[in-house]
Structures are given as structure tokens and as C-alpha cells.
């Protein structure tokens, strides 16, 4: 069965540092991976995903990730942190079935310090 | 804007009553999902409807079901609600059909029960 781990549930940067958020996944079979924010009081929003093809993929907002798959990683970076980027984000792994439901990771809280 | 749509935005009833939340799909997504967001619990999923018929089920409630009509829209139907079922519920959709598995997330609809 898939799994997401999210390491740390709060991450604490400063503003213009780099932001490196932890996702580790546990799939029998290629898994699909995303990565989601959700700012306050809104929905999940698509950051970026890797289904196949290049390992290094390029979202929104100047995030990217990189499918490390001797790792069974997907973590989330952006090489300088505003305070804007403060928010949640969720990890999660597609299956390869039929239903390629969604697993999700628990989340990682976000806080951008001046 | 993610396309999906989500009625009420917010909701407080009593405990012991019965909601009905809607969700409108992206335009031409065929799979739709539910789920639940609380503080305890994290973001819980709920269910999954494709094209009308009931292909996954998380941790759902006997007191909760949900259905998917003709026009593609969802409702989520909440009973004998408790002080508990007090959280964020999203729809989510997605084109599977397509080749396109991540989800798209509406606002959410915020319920408190008292």
C-alpha cells in the first residue's frame, strides 16, 4: 500500500532563506507525486507534480521538486522564502490503479519570519 | 480559481440536524471527491464518485453519504450531526479519464455544529 511521510510538521525560515520541505513516499508500483499549498481559510491548490519523464519539475510561485527515486523522495524546495509562502503544504502519492486515489501526507505548516 | 465550486460557504446547525453540501466539478472533470479537515484529524478522505457511480470510500460515516447526479455535481449528505463533524469540508475533481490525476480543490464549505 502507498504512503506519504512529511517530515516536520512545522517549518520555521526566514525570509529570503532557502525552504526545504520533506516528502518521502513508500509505492509498489511508479508512483504519480504532488505537492499541494493551502493558505489560510482556502482550498488545496496545485503546486506542482511528477508523473514521468524529468525528475526535476518546476511549479508555481518558484517551488520546485525533485523525484528521487533510490531515495523514495519528492522534496519541496525554493531557493529564497517570502513571507507570502507562508502557508500549509501536503505531500501526497497517486497509486497506479484504476482509481489512482490520492494518499496524503499530514502536512507541514509553513512560517516565513522578517 | 480551480473551477470547482462549493455551496454554502459556511454552515452552523444544531446537533441531532441533517446537511446537504454541494460541489459543482471543474467542467468536464468526471471524478469528484470529498473530504474532511479538521485540526485533530488532518485532511481525512472521504469519498469518490466517477461518473456517477461510487468507486472509493475513506473513512467515512455511516451518518454520511454522498451521491454524484446526471449533471456531474455532487451533494454530501450529513445526519444526526455531533459536535465533532465541526470542520472544513472540500470537493475535489479530477479527469482520471484523461490521464489527469490531480485534484482540484474547491474553498471548501466550513461546518459548525453547536
Known amino acids: 500500500a502507498q504512503s506519504v511521510t512529511q517530515l516536520g510538521s512545522h517549518v520555521s525560515v526566514s525570509e529570503g532563506a532557502l525552504v526545504l520541505l520533506r516528502c518521502n513516499y513508500s509505492s509498489s508500483v511508479p508512483p504519480y507525486l504532488f505537492w499541494y499549498v493551502q493558505y489560510p481559510n482556502q482550498g488545496l491548490q496545485l503546486l506542482l507534480k511528477?508523473?514521468?519523464?524529468a525528475t526535476l519539475v518546476k511549479g508555481i510561485n518558484g517551488f520546485e521538486a525533485e523525484f528521487k527515486k533510490s531515495e523514495t523522495s519528492f522534496h519541496l524546495t525554493k531557493p529564497s522564502a517570502h513571507m507570502s509562502d507562508a502557508a500549509e503544504y501536503f505531500c501526497?502519492?497517486?497509486?497506479?490503479?484504476?482509481?489512482?486515489?490520492?494518499?496524503w501526507g499530514l502536512g507541514t505548516s509553513l512560517a516565513v519570519n522578517p | 480559481d480551480s473551477g470547482v465550486t462549493q455551496t454554502p460557504k459556511h454552515l452552523i446547525t444544531a446537533t441531532g440536524q441533517r446537511v446537504t453540501l454541494r460541489c459543482s466539478p471543474r467542467s468536464g472533470d468526471l471524478s469528484v471527491y470529498w473530504y474532511q479537515q479538521s485540526l485533530d484529524q488532518g485532511l481525512q478522505f472521504l469519498i469518490q464518485?466517477?461518473?456517477?457511480?461510487?468507486?472509493a470510500k475513506g473513512n467515512i460515516l455511516e451518518r454520511f453519504s454522498a451521491q454524484q447526479f446526471p449533471d456531474l455535481h455532487s451533494e454530501l449528505n450529513l445526519s444526526s450531526l455531533e459536535l465533532g463533524d465541526s470542520a472544513l469540508y472540500f470537493c475535489?475533481?479530477?479527469?482520471?479519464?484523461?490521464?489527469?490525476?490531480?485534484?482540484?480543490f474547491g474553498p471548501g464549505t466550513r461546518l459548525t455544529v453547536t
Open positions: 475535489a475533481s479530477s479527469s482520471p479519464d484523461r490521464g489527469l490525476y490531480e485534484q482540484y
Open positions: 511528477y508523473t514521468t519523464g
Open positions: 464518485y466517477y461518473n456517477g457511480e461510487e468507486r
Open positions: 501526497a502519492v497517486s497509486n497506479a490503479g484504476n482509481n489512482r486515489k490520492l494518499i
